[in-house]
């Protein structure tokens, strides 16, 4: 069973830095163990659709949303038994403030920039909160 789950959200204010981790495990012993893969970061907004902040492949590629170039930074570390991602995040300001989620799902395409879809990803943590007061 694929397992997510993320760290590192809580309240700060205008301007400062805040860093996300998140621990996935499990993917290498699923049905999808023999493909490739992204890992992503979303967040959701109250009101809001899901939104792709940033995402990394297996390969070390990344891509980032447009509002995230720049100010944030996606790294991954693999370990034996799993992968941790993390999510740099710097400037934050009030537009910020979601649930952010990690996700992992099959991801084939070497050539391509890892997916920033919803729907490219099939495992899905719970969330860590972020809140940016101005």
């Known amino acids: 069973q694929v397992h997510l789950v993320e760290s590192g959200g809580g309240s700060v204010q205008t301007g400062e830095a805040l860093t996300l981790s998140c621990v996935v495990s499990g993917y290498s012993e699923s049905e999808y163990r023999d493909k490739k893969y992204s890992m992503g970061w979303f967040r959701q907004a109250p009101g809001k659709e899901r939104e792709g902040v940033a995402a990394i492949d297996f390969d070390g590629d990344t891509n980032y949303a447009d509002f995230a170039r720049g100010r944030f930074t996606i790294t991954m570390v693999k370990e034996t038994a799993k992968n941790i991602l993390h999510l740099q995040m710097t400037a934050l300001t009030h537009e910020d403030t979601a649930m952010y989620y990690c996700?992992?799902?099959?991801?084939?395409?070497?050539?391509?920039?890892?997916?920033?879809?919803?729907?490219?990803?099939?495992?899905w943590g719970q969330g860590t909160q972020v809140t940016v007061s101005s």
């Open positions: 996700a992992i799902g099959p991801w084939i395409y070497l050539y391509l920039p890892p997916p920033l879809n919803v729907d490219e990803y099939k495992f």
